[in-house]
């Protein structure tokens, strides 16, 4: 079996975003800044620049807008993610959670407590 390619980082963060409800741009680069500790700022050009070619890769799709969405203006676009998309978030997961596991093992990292 052929490894995975990584994802660049600011793809995995999309699709670790998606990957539990829909989500229009914005509430992307929100989460993804608040769960990166504002490591990670996905400014529009980046975000919707991914997002073209992720759709294209079939990794997320473009949807309507849920008709009980209540916009501050404008008209946002919504994602979601697909079964490729989970599947390559999931890969993508593993992978570091080898490198983390290895980590512990090496006592970069202290054991999880149980």
């Not at 050009?45 to 991914?50: E, K, W």
């Amino acid at each position: 079996m052929a490894p995975t390619p990584t994802l660049p980082a600011h793809w995995f963060q999309i699709l670790l975003s998606l990957a539990d409800r829909e989500q229009h741009g914005l509430a992307i680069t929100k989460e993804v800044f608040e769960r990166t500790d504002g490591q990670m700022h996905l400014w529009p050009g980046m975000l919707y620049g991914a997002l073209r070619k992720m759709t294209d890769q079939g990794l997320v799709a473009a949807i309507e807008t849920p008709p009980d969405f209540a916009s501050g203006g404008g008209r946002p676009r919504f994602y979601r993610i697909t079964p490729l998309g989970k599947r390559t978030c999931a890969a993508e997961a593993s992978r570091f959670e080898r490198f983390v596991n290895a980590a512990r093992e090496k006592r970069v990292l202290k054991t999880r407590p149980h």
